[in-house]
């Protein structure tokens, strides 16, 4: 184990005991990842900020059930992406009960422009043309920095398919941004 | 391509591969166009990537995460009747009640109102630091003295879920008089004692919060209150130094607003 994982095993430790000033710790030592990963994978600041807040209320209320054998990094961020997943997941329904069945998809690319100030509008677009997977793999791994088996433990799936959805991911984002020809293959997932 | 190829790409690209392994996997790229087309691809793509500039939260979104959290979690339970109290009745809610080690902070805090005066009256720098740092330090053992009590008389003084109910406070002496003359002099004085009611522990963010809307006050801070009225708690007293001169102001919080000022 890592400095930071025993540091938040720890944490965890005195917060389930009531130790306030834990929750201030773990907060301030994971805060701005979390909010990175959900910035990058919703389509707007507030959403990001809604999801960020759902993360670590899940998380601080199953604090109990956190088990010291994996990084509480690791189960945080599985929290984060799966608190992301469902957010993106609701926003579509609502869009879906939005929409009339005439109505042509929504153009990321330009609708979250003014949104995402943090990133380039045009990589930003292009972030949100990949499938929810496939941007997670690219958060993570590429922006985020984590190692394949990082990501896969988060995602909760195979090195492998995480490699491979970054492969694609990767070769989908070449070409929305002009880099490259168009990808000769769908961008479904291998297995 | 098979798995193996995009296997060779990706350590390429992401600068995995060993040192010794690099020169060997690129001259096998090199000879394949279809894989030499797929690293540039994954090159350029991870080239765009990075240039992101990173995403942090701002100051007002950290400080509402934070305070939504502790509300949801149920960290502050005090805090948040006492918001709601005060945004109803707009005044004497916002004052917390005297912390469970209030005697022994006010006699430190007399103590060194009676102790400092000796030093000489016009060392008022002295004054005020020694009043402050002891002023800390009593606010300081007051909520230890709280924290030990909510964990059941438990050895460590740790700050408790139950403890930390109070936002960030500090205890300052109540006094009975509410002109600001009769209390700098007080304070001068030393007669402090005579004025003091016990002491109030009050919401340090708060007067934070106003005095840095306050011109007046600039270089006041948190920990420059040093008294409280009694009969209008709203109102604190401060003194600092600023420009070399020791200013001495009352604020009422209820509408942060100066109320007395004088320099000397």
Same mark, same amino acid.
């Given at each position: 184990?890592?400095? &930071?994982?025993? *540091?938040?095993?720890? *944490? /965890? ?10 929750? @201030? ?6 805060? %701005? &990842?979390?909010?990175? /990963? ?22 601080? &209320?199953?604090? @109990? ?22 957010? *993106?997941? &609701? ?23 003014? %949104? ?32 394949? @088996? ?5 995602? %909760? ?18 070409? /929305? *941004?002009?880099?490259? %020809? ?10 | ?81 006492? +918001? ?21 902070? +006010? ?58 109910? +109070? ?64 009969? +209008? ?32």
């Amino acid at each position: 184990m890592t400095d &930071r994982t025993h *540091l938040d095993v720890a *944490l /965890i430790e005195r917060y389930l005991e009531g130790d306030v000033d834990a929750f @201030d710790e773990l907060m301030r030592a994971h805060e %701005d &990842r979390v909010f990175a /990963i959900c910035m990058r994978m919703m389509r707007d600041r507030d959403a990001a900020l809604d999801a960020t807040q759902d993360t670590f209320l899940t998380v601080f &209320r199953k604090a @109990d059930r956190y088990k010291a054998e994996a990084a509480f990094s690791t189960w945080l961020y599985r929290v984060t992406m799966n608190t992301c997943y469902d957010h *993106l997941r &609701r926003q579509q329904r609502k869009q879906a009960d939005r929409l009339p069945e005439s109505h042509d998809p929504p153009d990321h690319a330009a609708a979250s422009s003014l %949104d995402a100030v943090e990133l380039r509008p045009e990589l930003e677009g292009a972030l949100l043309q990949l499938s929810d997977d496939f941007r997670a793999a690219v958060v993570l791994v590429d922006m985020e920095g984590m190692s394949l @088996d990082q990501a896969a433990d988060t995602l %909760d799936v195979p090195t492998g398919t995480v490699k491979s959805r970054l492969f694609r991911a990767r070769k989908q984002l070449a070409h /929305i *941004l002009g880099n490259r %020809d168009t990808p000769s293959e769908h961008p479904t997932e291998a297995p | 391509m098979n798995e193996r190829d995009i296997d060779l790409i990706l350590a390429l690209a992401e600068n995995r591969l060993p040192a010794a392994e690099v020169a060997a996997a690129e001259a096998r790229i090199a000879g394949n166009p279809e894989l030499a087309a797929e690293l540039a691809t994954q090159r350029a793509a991870i080239a765009a990537i990075v240039a992101a500039p990173p995403v942090s939260l701002t100051a007002a979104e950290r400080t509402d995460l934070h305070q939504t959290l502790r509300t949801e979690l149920n960290l502050e339970p005090a805090v948040t009747a006492a +918001a709601a109290q005060s945004a109803a009745s707009g005044g004497w809610a916002r004052w917390l009640a005297p912390l469970a080690g209030g005697l022994a902070v +006010a006699a430190v805090v007399i103590g060194a109102f009676v102790v400092v005066p000796s030093m000489g009256g016009s060392d008022d720098v002295a004054f005020e630091s020694a009043a402050t740092t002891m002023l800390e330090d009593a606010a300081a053992d007051g909520e230890e003295t709280d924290a030990t009590a909510a964990a059941g008389g438990a050895e460590t003084p740790t700050t408790t879920v139950a403890a930390a109910a +109070a936002p960030r406070a500090m205890s300052v002496p109540r006094i009975g008089a509410d002109d600001l003359a009769e209390v700098d002099e007080a304070l001068r004085g030393g007669s402090l004692l005579s004025l003091s009611a016990g002491d109030t522990a009050i919401a340090q963010d708060e007067v934070l919060a106003c005095i840095e809307t306050l011109p007046e006050l600039a270089g006041a801070g948190a920990d420059d209150v040093v008294a409280v009225n009694a009969d +209008a708690a709203d109102v604190v007293y401060l003194r600092f130094v600023a420009g070399g001169h020791t200013v001495t102001a009352s604020v009422d919080l209820a509408t942060c607003s100066l109320l007395e000022i004088s320099s000397s």
